[in-house]
């Protein structure tokens, strides 16, 4: 048996867990630079804010119903996280953290300390709202993807108190007899279409569909996600996260830029974070790719006509894997002029590693020296440094100490579990 627990709208309750003044009051948190809703309270939901729906869209909204905002708080979130699946290794020792707010749980052996499936489930929501103040879903069935389903009936039915549990087989059945098949995990929009159009729409009879059908039109994967809805695992617990794939950073402007120097600075910042997390990850890339456009919401002042969009990338190969941020800026300073074109308003400049190998590649060209170790072991020293003094304390002389184009984060909450001085204080 595996479990699923996910965090209920996990950034507002982040915020929720130290406002308790803000339940039942609609929540929204906003984006890097707080362009665009990425967190909603049901609240904020049920008032018809979408995901991703630009902030000024909000304007109304906000004024008509008091909507609470807070622009995204990032080392907050990856903190309760921290926590959240620290304290779910105290109930089972095989935990697999598939993201910031989700966490598959190995069953099979839970020491039998709990009679049942849903004593165990109702003991580890208790646990974590006692210790965290972060209200989970926990969904328990034979397979992962049945797991799936189960924590999407656990948090939409309030009748299963947050813990639904698929043990038997008519548990299942009831299930998914009315599951829709577009919310299966693994069915993308292009598949649920298909589908649909073959008269296919809940969960039941994808899993009663022939095998052949589906192999031809989902491929291996769908073959896969129908086993699993039959009740035999396909995809086994991961506890040793498998290296990443690609890095990136794609985050707005404040405001929209025009020259290619304030630009080449926001790219210079951007790669910082990138290649430090590509450290933190014992990578090395092997290729980078530098992406630009305009913002399809600008309006031309004066005639209110859309402005002019320009958007565009390249893929630069290196001659060999590094994780030194003064080589790989080189080449993206060198993408990013390739692309850069004069009379635009422009809204983001993204960076994205790729061709990923561990730390430990050394491959020399015939033409071609290895990465410069130096540099290497240069990157490592800045990254402990600014870890323990904090953010940019140490950086390229090419950043520059006020950017023009800063974070715009107005509804910034306090740190509350990261930094001294907003820990709160029991008066």
Not at 77 to 97: K, Q
Not at 382 to 411: C, I, T
């Amino acid at each position: 048996m595996y479990g699923l627990v996910d965090g209920n709208n996990f950034y507002v309750s982040c915020h929720r867990a130290f406002r308790p003044d803000l339940e039942g009051v609609p929540v929204i948190v906003l984006s890097n630079r707080d362009g665009n809703v990425i967190a909603r309270s049901n609240e904020a939901k049920a008032l018809g804010i979408k995901m991703g729906q630009p902030f000024f869209e909000t304007k109304e909204l906000r004024q008509q119903h008091g909507i609470v905002v807070f622009s995204s708080n990032f080392p907050l979130y990856g903190d309760m996280s921290s926590r959240l699946m620290s304290l779910l290794t105290n109930f089972v020792p095989d935990v697999e953290v598939y993201s910031i707010d989700e966490a598959f749980l190995q069953l099979e052996n839970f020491w039998g300390l709990y009679p049942t499936y849903q004593g165990l489930g109702q003991d580890i929501r208790t646990k974590i709202d006692q210790w965290l103040r972060i209200p989970v879903g926990v969904g328990i069935a034979p397979t992962k993807t049945l797991a799936k389903v189960a924590n999407k009936l656990a948090k939409k039915r309030s009748e299963l108190n947050g813990v639904c549990v698929l043990e038997t087989p008519q548990q299942i059945e009831d299930a998914l007899a009315n599951f829709p098949v577009e919310d299966l995990w693994g069915v993308g929009h292009q598949s649920a279409a298909r589908l649909k159009r073959e008269n296919i729409r809940t969960a039941a009879q994808l899993r009663d569909t022939n095998d052949d059908w589906i192999r031809q039109i989902m491929t291996v994967n769908g073959l896969r996600l129908v086993h699993e809805l039959r009740g035999m695992p396909c995809k086994l617990l991961e506890v040793t996260p498998p290296p990443k794939k690609s890095i990136g950073s794609e985050p707005g402007f404040g405001t929209v830029i025009p020259d290619l120097d304030t630009i080449a600075d926001a790219l210079t910042s951007h790669l910082t974070r990138v290649g430090m997390k590509l450290r933190r990850s014992d990578q090395l890339a092997g290729a980078v790719t530098i992406s630009l456009r305009t913002s399809k919401y600008r309006k031309t002042p004066g005639n209110g006509l859309a402005a002019k969009q320009y958007s565009n990338s390249i893929t630069l190969n290196l001659p060999h894997p590094t994780s030194a941020t003064p080589e790989l800026l080189g080449y993206a300073l060198t993408g990013l002029k390739a692309i850069y074109k004069t009379g635009y308003q422009y809204q983001k400049v993204g960076i994205l590693l790729t061709d990923l190998v561990p730390e430990s590649y050394r491959q020399k060209g015939v033409f071609v020296e290895g990465p410069d170790e130096r540099l290497i072991k240069l990157a490592g020293v800045v990254d402990k440094v600014n870890k323990r003094f904090g953010q940019d304390k140490l950086r390229l002389a090419s950043q520059m100490y006020n950017p023009e184009w800063p974070y715009q984060q107005k509804y910034l909450s306090p740190h509350y579990t990261t930094r001294w001085e907003d820990i709160l204080e029991a008066m």
